[in-house]
């Protein structure tokens, strides 16, 4: 029986689960950033409503791809009812259709309307993702959601939405894949 070489036996289960929780980290931040960045994206879109309905099919597949990282099972029957209770019950609808309904009016209405659905859509994705990162941090999932609880944690993260949302517009989209930790 041959011996492992010692710098792998010489790294202990405390160090070994320091690295995994590292890892587990840096996955799920590229996760969710990935999203935000498509959400912010999807302002450009100069079709109004097209790019609501993007930003929702945006919204399921990071729930989805949530759930598979964290070996929970996926319906997207309540994946669509959770995300409208969190987004629908933190962001009035019709401010979200006004944003992208003013991208009707030409010029200003245009750049008007994309820079608001991207900070909306920016920010709404990253609360969405850093809540039920939370939630199934905690061992939860879709099907035992407290939407009480889920919704105040959906409004706290999306104060750093916006400012995360807005850093990657300052700065640009593709500036980097890390966002400001909160």
Request: proline share 5%; glycine share 12%; hydrophobic share 45%.
């Amino acid at each position: 029986m041959t011996t492992p070489p010692p710098a792998i036996s010489a790294v202990s289960e405390a160090e070994l689960q320091r690295i995994h929780g590292e890892l587990h980290l840096s996955r799920i931040h590229s996760l969710i950033n990935n999203h935000v960045i498509a959400a912010l994206l999807l302002g450009l879109i100069p079709v109004p409503m097209v790019d609501l309905l993007g930003l929702s099919g945006i919204h399921l597949r990071l729930i989805q791809q949530l759930c598979r990282h964290y070996r929970r099972p996926f319906s997207q029957h309540r994946a669509v009812a959770l995300r409208t209770a969190l987004v629908g019950g933190a962001i009035p609808v019709g401010t979200t259709m006004g944003a992208s309904l003013v991208k009707l009016i030409p010029g200003i209405g245009t750049l008007t309307g994309a820079t608001s659905v991207a900070v909306l859509g920016g920010a709404t994705t990253y609360a969405l993702g850093h809540t039920l990162v939370q939630h199934f941090d905690a061992g939860g999932s879709l099907e035992d959601a407290d939407l009480s609880r889920l919704r105040v944690a959906f409004r706290q993260a999306m104060g750093e939405g916006q400012r995360v949302t807005e850093h990657l517009q300052r700065d640009g989209v593709g500036a980097g894949s890390r966002s400001p930790q909160a």
